[in-house]
């Protein structure tokens, strides 16, 4: 035995130690049900195996930019009347398609200066075209308009993020989705009923505070009635439900007039709870943050004797009157809130708002039955394609059969130690990866034996065979193996979830492909020959 | 053992009855994809809801349309999955059906369709989430727990919910089977109050909505796209530019072809089926490699021959690898294609078309292409292209 052999002997049983040590780590017991669990901690499985729920979702980000243009029209009007600059409109022509465009009517073309001079020195983000007919048009800066987009797909990551580890999802998987445009992938293993965590994740929970200054109304009109035709230009109306206990106004809506701003926001909360109202009915209290409080403390002193409500996506949950100045608590209840709903409540105004909408594109659920059929059946194949090939290699290359089969197998190996160290996730495509690894890294076997054969033929010596068989094989091999891999790559970029996980394993297979049936392969040879007497033929 | 020893066919020879046969099956499975079925997008990429619902006896397909027609599903496709003996069902419904804005209405309403004599306030159990069996546990509390209760009903909740799906694959036919699982026998009683059994579970959901499958397709066909172009440069970069185009021209063959038998037999082409191709393209590349090189090789070994003598040569030298490597990867595709399950069928037929094809491919278009181009370039009176001196 020569020192280059058993360094080559040490590299081969270190690598194969190596990758065991990648797929069982260290077992407690060496039981199949020891080693089993000792897989299922190393070897991530899929959603498609394991069951879950995938979904991909779209933030509408038009929303992030409609509220920043919303609120750059009310610093402009603010602006154009403290500057005495007359004016007749303000105001986005396409809210809907162009959010960010804002269109300024009736301004004279003396006072372009002071208007150029506003939008720099308070809308930085905007740009500013136009002068003909007094009308003017400011949109967004490009560049100002990406970063806003990305932070809205960003921010509604995060907020997922926190509202779902709420939830206890195990393990869940939230990131941007580089597929399409603002679109996130959230991935719940083991959850099987989506509905309640798509409600949860979806909810912008927009929180606000204002003065209520009229109503309930039964109706829209009502309200118009009750304030002589005319709405007063601060104020909106907006739904809500009826007064509870009221007698006989049942389920049906009720409206109120309440004021256009805000005293306090979501963005205000530094705590929500769930706990219960002075009647015994779930609700949600909340305290306020040291800048909200002083604020809300302001305006409850402002306003003893008056109403305030409370409101919710839009939609008054309560009204109250105000008795007293309060700094920094709140509850909101009402609504007939349900013990859960109180709480999901609570955790999503814990969990911060969305900061726009979002929109559900693409939602898959596999049942747990669904799966574990699915890795029985993948399990099965692979199986019996792994030994249809192992038997047919012995047959056909009798010895070298058997440097073959222990080619393939150290090359599953390190397969899937390498799944387990790079915490790959298997699915059952990637199952069928596996098995397609075992066809394809047969290939480069087949590649060198033939060729050994053909010298031999050819009338060379077994070692020299050997030698000429695997050089002449290695140019190919290389070949055959980048080209795939660079299919494989290209999946790896386009595809997502079980096709991704196709992809991987296809290439960790084909890695590990070059190293057993070169490497190892070769070693064997090297080792059968070298005990051989000269001249003596060999096996294949 | 050995099958092919010292072969020499004369396969350039035969080079016209190939091209007849690729013409034939390229034609019939355009022809099938601009006349026929066209190309059988599955729901990956044409959008809407599929629901795989298994039943606890043997399904009656009329019954379950009229449910639909019921509740005002009217296009949707109700069809066996896999063996019959599994009772399995998928309801596919257009993307008509999907609503945009509640993507699950769909799901939702093909389950309270089948679940139409549902007994009043009872929930059912086979379609039950652990967490609705949780809560109705909590609510009657049968075990008395004092503390814990949430941590101990869950695993209760967890017992009864691994019990329907991984041993009686996810259909209960009696609350009493129940008995036979882990979770504890108080718990399992109360059951009976508030749960009924349906006769079907539903085991996978796949919602599409109508903006993703188009945004896919494209994927689709810009990963094929730079996949073949991939190629192109690597084999440009390797061999001559000829080469590069000659396997490029063989694999979009046999991508045509497989796509062709998928619109032939109108299977549904998924987004794995679309691995499948990719793999395909890398595989039947290797193939068509393997002789290239050979052709390289022996170009340098045998300089006074005529290209087409040297392909032919080289191809019978390679023969036996080829037909090895074909018949045993088509082995391991097959076992996936008979023990698979139903989910890898499309996948699996992808890779059974392809790899005949691609095998078939290498030796009856990439070759004569090679040999074709040189026959044109000496009858325009130029040198033969320089055949590469680089093997390195």
């Not at chain 1, 069928?432 to 010596?461: Q, W, Y």
């Amino acid at each position: 035995m020569n020192k280059n052999f058993l360094w080559k002997l040490g590299l081969i049983l270190a690598t194969l130690l190596f990758f065991l040590f990648g797929i069982f780590g260290i077992p407690h017991s060496l039981s199949g049900a020891g080693l089993l669990t000792a897989i299922t901690d190393h070897i991530h499985l899929g959603l498609d195996l394991k069951g879950g729920t995938h979904l991909i979702l779209q933030v509408q980000v038009n929303d992030a930019v409609n509220v920043d243009a919303q609120n750059a029209i009310e610093v402009l009007k603010q602006q154009l009347n403290s500057h005495k600059i007359d004016f007749s409109d303000v105001s986005q022509p396409e809210p809907q398609n162009n959010p960010d465009h804002i269109l300024v009517k009736g301004v004279q073309a003396s006072a372009r200066t002071d208007l150029l001079g506003i939008v720099e020195d308070r809308l930085p983000e905007y740009q500013i075209t136009g002068g003909a007919d007094n009308s003017w048009n400011l949109s967004m800066k490009p560049t100002m308009l990406t970063d806003l987009k990305t932070k809205a797909v960003t921010q509604a990551i995060e907020t997922i993020r926190n509202r779902i580890d709420q939830l206890g999802v195990s393990e869940p998987t939230i990131q941007e989705h580089g597929l399409g445009q603002y679109q996130i992938l959230v991935q719940l293993p083991g959850v099987d009923d989506p509905a309640r965590v798509k409600d949860i994740m979806q909810s912008t929970a927009m929180l606000e505070i204002k003065q209520s200054l009229g109503g309930p109304y039964p109706s829209e009109q009502a309200a118009l009635q009750d304030k002589g035709g005319i709405l007063p230009a601060d104020a909106i109306l907006l739904p809500g439900h009826s007064m509870p206990g009221a007698e006989g106004e049942g389920e049906g809506q009720a409206w109120y007039l309440v004021s256009r701003v805000s005293a306090v926001t979501g963005k205000d909360l530094r705590d929500a709870q769930p706990s219960r109202d002075q009647n015994g009915q779930p609700s949600v209290s909340f305290t306020l943050t040291g800048e909200g409080g002083q604020r809300f403390y302001n305006f409850t002193s402002a306003h003893v004797g008056d109403s305030l409500a409370v409101v919710l996506d839009n939609k008054v949950q309560e009204v109250a009157n105000i008795k007293e100045p309060i700094r920094d608590r709140g509850e909101i209840s009402g609504g007939r809130m349900s013990e859960q709903q109180s709480k999901d409540l609570s955790m999503i105004l814990r969990s911060g708002a969305l900061p726009a909408g979002i929109k559900y594109l693409e939602e898959r659920t596999v049942g747990p039955s669904l799966g574990t059929d699915s890795i029985r059946a993948g399990v099965r194949a692979a199986v019996a394609g792994m030994l249809a090939v192992l038997i047919f290699m012995l047959i056909y290359y009798r010895g070298a059969g058997i440097n073959a089969d222990v080619a393939l197998i150290l090359n599953l190996i390190i397969l899937l130690g390498f799944m387990g160290y790079f915490e790959a996730v298997l699915t059952l495509p990637g199952i069928a990866g596996v098995i397609l690894t075992v066809g394809m890294g047969v290939d480069s076997n087949v590649l060198i034996f033939e060729r050994i054969r053909e010298e031999l033929r050819n009338g060379k010596t077994p070692p020299s065979a050997v030698d000429q068989g695997f050089s002449h094989a290695w140019v190919t091999i290389v070949d055959t193996h980048v080209t795939t891999i660079v299919s494989a790559a290209i999946l790896f970029l386009f595809g997502t979830g079980p096709v991704k996980g196709f992809a991987v394993t296809l290439t960790f297979g084909l890695l590990a492909n070059l190293f057993t049936a070169v490497f190892v392969s070769r070693f064997i040879f090297d080792w059968i020959l070298s005990r051989k007497q000269r001249g003596e033929a060999l096996s294949i | 053992m050995e099958f092919f020893h010292d072969v020499n066919i004369d396969f350039l020879g035969k080079k016209w009855y190939f091209l007849a046969f690729s013409l034939i099956f390229s034609v019939a499975g355009v022809c099938s994809m601009l006349f026929w079925h066209g190309i059988p997008w599955g729901l990956d990429f044409r959008g809407g809801t599929q629901v795989d619902i298994k039943f606890s006896h043997p399904p009656n397909y009329s019954a379950i349309s009229a449910d639909m027609d019921r509740v005002g599903l009217h296009n949707k496709k109700i069809q066996r999955f896999g063996q019959t003996s599994n009772n399995e069902v998928l309801v596919d419904l257009d993307v008509r059906e999907t609503s945009a804005q509640a993507l699950d209405r769909g799901k939702t309403t093909i389950i309270s369709a089948l679940e139409s004599n549902a007994p009043a306030g009872k929930i059912d159990l086979n379609n039950a989430s652990s967490l609705t069996i949780k809560n109705y546990l909590m609510d009657k509390d049968p075990m008395h727990v004092g503390t814990d209760a949430d941590q101990k009903y869950t695993a209760q909740a967890q017992a009864i919910v691994n019990y329907r799906d991984n041993v009686q694959g996810g259909v209960l036919s009696s609350l009493d089977q129940l008995k036979n699982s882990t979770a504890d026998p108080a718990a399992v009683a109360s059951l009976n109050d508030g749960f009924f059994l349906s006769d079907f579970g539903v085991r996978n959901v796949a919602i599409v909505g109508p903006e993703v499958g188009g945004q896919l397709r494209q994927q689709a066909g810009l990963a094929t796209l730079y996949s073949l172009v991939g190629m192109l440069v690597y084999l440009g970069f390797r061999f001559e530019w000829i080469y590069g185009v000659a396997a490029v021209v063989t694999v979009f063959h046999d991508t045509l072809i497989t796509v062709g038998a998928f619109s032939l037999t109108n299977t549904e082409i998924s987004l794995t089926v679309i691995a499948a191709i990719l793999t395909l393209i890398g595989y039947s590349n290797n193939d068509t490699i393997v002789v290239f090189d050979r052709i390289r090789e022996n170009i340098k070994l045998m300089r006074r021959e005529k290209l087409s003598e040297i392909v032919n040569r080289s191809i019978n030298q390679t023969l036996s690898r080829t037909i090895l490597t074909a018949g045993l990867t088509f082995l391991t595709v097959l076992a996936l294609f008979l023990f698979g399950g139903e989910v890898l069928h499309g996948f699996s037929l992808a890779l059974v078309i392809g790899i005949l094809i691609g095998t078939y491919s290498s030796i009856a278009i990439a070759a004569p292409i090679l040999v074709a181009y040189q026959d044109w370039r000496i009858q325009k009176g130029k040198r033969p292209v320089a055949m590469p001196a680089k093997t390195k």
